[in-house]
């Protein structure tokens, strides 16, 4: 049975910051639906994203998950991973590329 362990605060907001990374708003003239305007917030990207962890059924998938947003989360991971001292969800969307 899936779990649907709900993502901690920190979590969520390391994977906010992922998704906003990801999937950014871009300002087009040719984009009559709108489509590209919106950023993965608006379009509950991370609601969606956390719908599909919560039926990761493998304990082991899980933490392996949970450990990889903490320590995304945390500064000296981005500073050996991309040479920016802070936590991901806290740089600026500039520093996270």
């Known amino acids: 049975m899936p779990s649907h362990d ?5 979590h969520r907001a390391v994977l906010a910051a992922v998704c906003e990374t990801l999937i950014p708003r871009i300002e087009r003239a040719d984009d ?3 489509f590209f305007a919106l950023s993965a917030a608006e379009a509950r990207t991370i609601d969606r994203v956390e719908e599909l962890i919560g039926l990761i059924e493998d304990p082991d998938a899980r933490a392996r ?3 990889l947003l903490g320590m995304l989360g945390t500064p000296a991971a981005n500073l050996v991973l991309s040479g920016r001292f802070g936590a991901f969800d806290r740089l600026s969307p500039d520093d996270r590329l």
């Open 65 to 67: 998950l949970d450990l």
């Open 6 to 10: 709900s993502l901690s605060p920190s």
């Open 32 to 34: 009559p639906t709108g």
